[in-house]
């Protein structure tokens, strides 16, 4: 039996426009405050996991920030899993006995970025010249479907459940509606302001049915995890043992082979594959837990999720999502924090500051938008392509 | 001269799309692939897909990357038993006219021709 794994600290940084600070400056944001809320310092960490996608910086870069020990850095890629990814592997360090303590940081520097699409297709060449596996002659964004995470996802959202009509677009516009409504609790929050169902679907259309409020948001953000094995948190005082959040299950899955998924991302079997294994590793079941952040990088993902991660019966997301049970007042609150279509979604930090949000309302130290008792959540993440990860927690007994 | 805007894409005798399947297993993919991603086999032969198919799914993009054309229709489609991306061509793109369960036909149209004449052809999905 492997050892237990403990978060002993963790933060998110506010989400949003950070334009005095550079991606280190966020990282280290997030880190040093992490480190403070453990009540420990760098010297006392064994392993570091580091994730910024987009900024070129490295684990090693943050430490020269905030302190050089010459502990080991997993810097890691996994798309918009990064972040989550980056603890998994502090974790795995800890789990295998390699390591008692050791800390993940994601960060991203977006705001402003635009649309996040394929590649720009400019000009065309002077000769068509086929390249890579598929012989293409052009960029294939626009000619051959779309690369586009707006439209991509506005498939998976229109095909669910063997493309039932009721899966439209007022449908995917209320979900928004219910976290742009959340958001406005979250102090954290790219965005803070309440939208009409008017509102959301009357704003510019980027890809039929995601309206721009229905997208998630771009913005600068970092967060950060200070992981521990149980063996070491019981011998630290009485209140980091109450504070710390038991991390249950850690699973990490990369997408199965299905018919489909070469040609259309599939989302939905690495999530389910992933959530079933978190399950069985934590030993509850979704009836079990008190609150979800999952991945609503766009509305019609929300959709798909419920019923992939097992919140509700199989095909039965629609009339679950309009019993009103994923509203923060319902049975199953789903993205209390305004999830990634308004908290924001700075790709390397959404991994962890999904945890955190969790984490957060399981320690009692949600604020205003706190789920009163909370003592068990889960945080899903995915990464196009496609990789997700998923884990429980657990709020401390000790 | 003409040149088809992906290796999988056949213009002659008539355009069709060209996956490989693999031999033991019979999983079928589009492009060069080193191993089977089903059974990890290692040889293939040609599969000639089916020139009509239903849309399974579909989105209208109206923000895209500079230079693409928009708005226009993306859509994933079943070619008998094979799930095929492509765009819907030939009607406007407006979800009141593009419904899932669509029946479509394979068409293909011109992309330009470069500077030493030889015209790309591109394809897409028309309803019948």
Redesign the interface.
């Given at each position: 039996m492997s050892e237990n794994v403990w978060i002993l600290g963790i933060h998110m940084t506010p989400f949003g426009k950070r334009a005095d600070l550079d991606v280190l400056d966020l990282a280290a944001e997030a880190a040093l405050a992490a480190l403070k809320d453990a009540g420990v310092t760098m010297k006392d960490m064994q392993v570091m996991g580091y994730g910024n996608l987009r900024g070129g910086t490295s684990g090693q870069s943050l430490q020269k920030q905030i302190g050089q020990t010459g502990i080991p850095s997993f810097n890691v890629s996994n798309a918009c899993a990064t972040g989550s990814t980056a603890m998994r592997a502090v974790i795995m360090a800890i789990k295998a006995g390699e390591a008692d303590m050791g800390i993940a940081v994601g960060v991203e520097k977006l705001y402003g970025a635009g649309l996040l699409t394929g590649n720009s297709v400019g000009s065309g060449p002077e000769t068509w010249t086929p390249t890579g596996r598929n012989g293409a002659i052009k960029n294939l964004d626009g000619f051959i479907g779309t690369s586009g995470m707006a439209g991509l996802f506005a498939q998976i959202g229109l095909a669910y459940n063997d493309s039932d009509p009721r899966a439209d677009f007022e449908l995917f516009a209320r979900i928004s509606e219910k976290s742009h409504s959340h958001s406005t609790l979250n102090p954290n929050a790219a965005y803070q302001n309440k939208m009409s169902l008017e509102q959301i679907m009357n704003d510019p259309m980027i890809a039929y049915p995601h309206t721009r409020s229905m997208c998630s948001a771009n913005c600068d953000g970092a967060a950060a995890s200070v992981i521990v094995s149980e063996t070491k948190l019981r011998t630290l005082s009485l209140e980091q043992q109450r504070r710390a959040v038991k991390i249950s299950a850690s699973i990490l899955a990369s997408d199965p082979w299905t018919e489909a998924s070469q040609e259309f991302a599939d989302v939905s079997t690495v999530t389910r594959n992933a959530a079933v294994a978190a399950y069985e590793q934590a030993g509850i079941g979704p009836d079990d837990l008190d609150l979800v952040e999952l991945h609503d990088c766009f509305a019609a993902a929300e959709l798909v999720h419920y019923d992939n991660l097992g919140l509700c019966e199989p095909g039965g997301a629609i009339d679950f999502f309009n019993s009103g049970a994923t509203w923060r007042d319902g049975r199953m609150p789903v993205n209390v924090s305004g999830g990634l279509q308004s908290k924001g979604h700075p790709i390397a930090a959404t991994g962890i500051a999904n945890i955190w949000e969790v984490a957060t309302h399981l320690r009692g130290e949600a604020g205003p938008r706190q789920i009163q008792g909370a003592k068990a959540g889960m945080a899903h993440v995915i990464g196009l392509g496609s990789s997700c990860t998923v884990h429980i927690l657990e709020k401390s007994g000790l | 001269m003409s040149?088809?805007?992906?290796?999988?894409l056949v213009l002659e005798p008539q355009p069709h799309l060209v996956a490989q399947e693999c031999t033991a297993c019979k999983?079928?993919?589009?492009?060069?692939?080193n191993a089977c991603?089903?059974c990890f086999g290692v040889t293939f032969a040609e599969f000639e897909v089916p020139t009509t198919g239903v849309l399974?799914?579909?989105?209208?993009?109206?923000?895209?990357?500079?230079?693409?054309?928009?708005p226009?229709c993306?859509?994933?489609l079943d070619c008998g038993?094979?799930?095929?991306?492509?765009?819907i061509i030939g009607v406007d793109p407006d979800?009141e006219i593009i419904t899932?369960?669509m029946h479509v036909q394979l068409k293909t149209y011109s992309?330009?021709t470069?500077?030493?004449g030889?015209e790309?052809i591109?394809?897409g999905f028309e309803p019948v």
């Open positions: - | 040149i088809p805007i992906v290796n999988y999983a079928k993919f589009f492009g060069r692939h991603p089903k399974k799914t579909f989105t209208i993009v109206h923000h895209d990357a500079k230079g693409v054309p928009v226009y993306a859509a994933v038993g094979m799930t095929v991306g492509g765009n979800p899932r369960g992309l330009g470069d500077a030493e030889v790309a591109g394809f």
